[in-house]
């Protein structure tokens, strides 16, 4: 986790904008750490007490396997949560990834990562402008209603 410390505090030394600062969380039993073995909950608390303006999780597993680290980083900062999960694991064809869920099917999982706390989603790998289209009409319906 020593890198993006850095990055952060590089990029924050440069600029006043906000800076997101996002991981991907795809290792260990829940899915929930790093590659390298940091926790959601580690990150979350270093990355708040180091100034990011938002938390994220990007990439992974898929969407299906993104709410365990997304209800580690809402339990450890109260900052937004920056949630852009890939579509899932691609399968190989011919060479070229193919990305198996369906908008519809991508957007099942939207509303258990709003209730967890996400703030902020959109969708990484495998994820097109359908998936993205689907996410933005499930948040606009949940928001029409509270
Ligand atoms: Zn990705």
């Not at 920056?82 to 519809?104: A, M």
Request: net charge neutral; proline share 8%.
């Amino acid at each position: 986790m020593p890198e993006i410390l850095l990055a952060l505090a590089a990029v924050k030394s440069v600029t006043n904008l906000p800076v997101v600062a996002s991981m991907s969380f795809d290792s260990g039993p829940q899915r929930a750490r790093t590659l390298m073995g940091a926790t959601a909950e580690q990150a979350a608390a270093a990355l708040d007490e180091a100034g990011a303006d938002a938390i994220g999780s990007n990439c992974g597993a898929g969407i299906a396997a993104a709410l365990p680290a997304v209800v580690a980083l809402r339990a450890n900062t109260k900052k937004p949560l920056w949630i852009k999960p890939s579509v899932g694991l691609p399968d190989l064809e011919e060479g070229r990834p193919v990305y198996h869920h369906t908008p519809d099917e991508f957007g099942g999982f939207v509303p258990a990562l709003i209730d967890a706390g996400a703030n902020i989603l959109g969708g990484c790998c495998g994820a097109g402008p359908e998936h993205i289209r689907r996410v933005a009409a499930l948040v606009a319906s949940r928001r029409r209603k509270h």
